[in-house]
């Protein structure tokens, strides 16, 4: 079991405990290592996220944390509390509105928006805050398992 796995930080939902208007938050500090291990990880080593002295001279004048480590953040809620474990990924629309930056909280807002039996799939809105502040927002597609039929009597 990987020692990150933590079964308590989970809800399983199957297609039919959602509704639409049900929504799930999470809050997120975005911290220095946050940003070197998404870059270690991704690949992605732009000296705007890395490097201090380049990222001043820059128009944020700070380093900022990676889009994708943002949106990460939804996918994080997606696959562990709304709808949890066995949703799959379908698509997901991004759009940035402003950076976060190291120590910024992130506050990440699913909402269900749609549900679809046919397949079912569930469209979710999607949004993340930084002081109250929409700094990056979309739409997700999921598919959602089917609550298990009862095991017959032995």
Same mark, same amino acid.
């Given at each position: 079991? +990987? !020692?990150? %796995?933590?079964?308590?930080?989970m809800r399983l939902?199957? %297609?039919?405990?959602? $509704?639409?208007?049900?929504? =799930? ?14 870059? @270690? /990880?991704? &690949?992605?080593?732009?000296p705007i996220h890395?490097?201090?002295?380049? !990222? !001043?001279?820059?128009? %944020?004048?700070? @380093? ?8 990460? /953040?939804? $996918? ?7 709808? &949890? *474990? ?7 629309? /991004? ?11 992130? $506050?990440?807002?699913? =909402?269900?928006?749609?549900? +679809? *039996?046919?397949?079912? @799939? ?6 993340? /805050?930084?002081? &109250?502040?929409?700094?990056? +927002? &979309?739409?997700?597609?999921? $598919?959602v398992p089917p609550? *298990? !039929? #009862?095991? #017959?009597?032995?």
């Open positions: 079991m +990987n !020692a990150r %796995f933590n079964p308590r930080a939902l199957y %297609f039919e405990d959602l $509704s639409v208007g049900q929504r =799930e938050t999470l809050m997120r500090t975005v911290m220095d290592e946050d940003v070197i291990d998404f870059a @270690r /990880l991704s &690949g992605d080593d732009n890395l490097h201090q002295e380049y !990222a !001043a001279t820059t128009r %944020f004048g700070e @380093r900022i944390a990676h889009g994708l480590y943002t949106a990460s /953040l939804i $996918s994080a809620v997606l696959g562990t509390r709304l709808p &949890g *474990p066995g949703a799959v990924y379908r698509s997901q629309t /991004l759009n940035f509105h402003a950076p976060v930056k190291i120590g910024d909280v992130v $506050s990440v807002i699913v =909402e269900v928006v749609e549900l +679809n *039996p046919q397949g079912r @799939r569930v469209k979710l809105k999607c949004e993340a /805050l930084v002081d &109250g502040k929409v700094v990056l +927002n &979309g739409e997700a597609e999921v $598919s609550r *298990p !039929a #009862p095991k #017959p009597a032995a």
